[in-house]
């Protein structure tokens, strides 16, 4: 997946909303504060670009791409509000049933307290990097991709093949209307990938 490619496509203006890449420094910090190894396609991304500024196109359909500083908030929310939950997964098995996990890396939000996140703990069926929503709005958790790569090459996929909308705040979406993109997911086949 070329990030970069994504970032600069033609139609979509991602590139003049984006931060500028994490340093060392700023990735060092979210690693001590994860306490385990950070997800190399996590790494790579934000190295390219450290979230979007708060008047962005929403590079993830939408939703609030959260800089470094705001991931180290929640992951340290996480950390501290771990619980365990009664909640649909889909596919079953492949989440851990939790409000917020330790090692989930969430880089997504809807500005309501729900998430995009790469899993680094993923259930006894889930894949180690796989994309997923969490939340306490949610009743159902989704593997959304297997990979941040995955999620990235559907998101490129979906501009290539005009599968989007843009509102009248300038905001991205996934298909032809403005319905938030975390409540398309259970009419989507999952997980995605470009």
Sequence with gaps: ????????????????????????EEIEALAEVFKAPLDEQFVALYREADGESYDSVG???????????EVIREVEFNQDEAEEIAVSVVPEGAIKEEYYH???????????GNFLAVDTDPGETGTKGQVITYGSDFETMYVVAESLNDFLAFIEKT??????????DGRFHYGQDEVLFFDKLKDMELPLKG
């Design 1 to 24: 997946m070329d990030i970069k490619r994504l970032f600069e496509n033609d139609k979509v203006y991602f590139a003049a909303t984006l931060n500028p890449g994490a340093t060392d």
């Design 59 to 69: 590079l993830f359909f939408g939703l609030e791409w959260l800089p470094l500083e």
């Design 102 to 112: 330790e090692l989930w890396l969430p880089f997504a939000t809807d500005g309501f």
């Design 159 to 168: 501009i290539d093949s005009d599968q989007y909308h843009i509102d009248e």
